[in-house]
């Protein structure tokens, strides 16, 4: 079979802009690998990168060896390139298409966007991983539209995880698939609506719960208060006290990603009814505390999707927030409190329960 001429549009990328390479969303790559005929994935990371994570049923070919290699890639299929966050596909492309590959595309914004739209289990790193100084993995549940977090150092092996769901299966699993040792696990707040899981996740690696000390939990647990620092390998997690949501809410920040529990979600804010929670501390801790981060800062929230009402986003940054946050862009603090208090539907019967089960021994 041979190539597609240069003229004929290609069969699933979007229109070409002037001087662009055909680029291939997220969604829609995902879409074409779950499909019939899914094409070629090349990855063009290093392998160090590449060891973070990758696409499934895809194939390394590093960028600086493409020129020598390029001969191995097949031209008469639909390839995709991906790198990190986007730019280097499109070189990748742009040289493929001039020796002929008609039907190769890029992946636009990379790896990073598409663990971010399209399949949060794959590992998202920041640009730094060149240093291997960072890992953190997302774990949707979407039974409960709850979401945890794996975050790790690689040079040393030692990580923490956030809010785990109920089964530590997930967990364990992503534990020993990467080698790492499990120096803690926290919770960011006593939640209503699930079965948390720090107990069985701690019983299976005896790793130390931290909550905050405000939390009136009966089980063993290390108490984290504004300022303290829990330390992975060569990394920490930082305290910041944001209650609101509930009286022992800390978010956790990590270099420049904040895991926010329910303090923070994308495009809403944690109902504040639901146990011991205060508008008016809510209000303090948000404009207080989060929105004086900058902009770029990461939000790693502790639920998404429909079951609470929000977006199937997994990630998002202050900045964004800032802009569309229904919560956030109430314009005055009496506002907030207003849009706080009124027009909830009524506490579901069973949160009582809940939150008693997830405070006991
Ligand atoms: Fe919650």
């Known amino acids: 079979m041979s190539a597609a001429p240069p003229d004929l ?19 829609e790559l995902k ?5 019939p005929d899914p094409p070629v994935v090349v990855d063009l990371r290093t392998a160090k990168e590449r060891g973070f994570g990758h696409l499934p049923h895809d ?28 730019s280097e596909a499109r070189r990748a492309v742009d040289f493929l298409r001039s020796r002929g590959f008609f039907l190769a595309a890029a992946l636009e914004g990379g790896i990073d966007e598409y663990a971010r739209l399209a399949d949060p289990e794959i590992p998202r790193y920041g640009s730094d991983v060149r240093d291997g100084t960072l890992w953190l993995r997302q774990f949707p549940r979407p039974d409960t539209g709850c979401l945890a977090y794996l975050v790790g150092d690689p040079e040393t092996a030692k ?5 785990p769901g109920r089964d530590p299966s997930p967990y364990l699993r992503a534990l020993a698939d990467g080698g790492w040792q499990l120096v803690g696990i926290v919770e960011t707040h006593t939640h209503a609506d699930h079965l948390a899981g720090h107990s069985a996740l701690h019983e299976k690696t005896d790793a130390p719960i931290f909550l ?3 939390s009136p939990a009966q089980y063993p647990h290390r108490p984290l208060a504004e300022g303290d620092a ?11 006290e944001t209650p609101g949501h509930t009286r022992d809410h800390l978010t956790l920040r990590v270099r420049d990603k904040i895991f926010t529990g329910d303090t923070l979600l994308i495009g809403a804010c944690g109902r504040t009814d639901l146990g011991d929670g ?25 639920h998404f999707g ?10 998002s940054t202050v900045g964004f927030e800032r802009a569309t946050n229904e919560a956030l862009r109430q314009g005055s603090r009496a506002a907030f409190l207003a849009y706080m208090t009124e027009g909830w539907p009524p506490k579901p019967a069973e949160f009582d329960r809940i939150v008693a089960e997830n405070l006991a021994l």
């Open 9 to 27: 549009p290609h069969p699933y990328v979007r229109p070409d802009r002037a001087g662009a390479v055909p680029l291939v969303g997220p969604v």
């Open 31 to 35: 879409a074409l690998l779950d499909g």
């Open 59 to 86: 194939r390394s070919l590093p960028l600086a060896e493409l020129p020598k290699r390029f001969e191995e890639l097949p031209r008469d299929r639909p390839l995709v390139a991906y790198c990190q966050f986007g």
């Open 159 to 163: 990580a923490v995880v956030v809010d």
């Open 212 to 214: 905050g000390h405000r």
């Open 230 to 240: 829990l330390p992975f390998g060569n990394d920490a997690i930082h305290v910041l």
């Open 278 to 302: 205060s508008p008016e501390l809510l209000y303090e801790s948000l404009t207080q505390k989060l929105l004086t981060l900058p902009d770029t800062t990461e939000v790693y929230p502790a």
């Open 306 to 315: 429909r079951r609470h009402a929000l977006v199937e986003r997994y990630c």
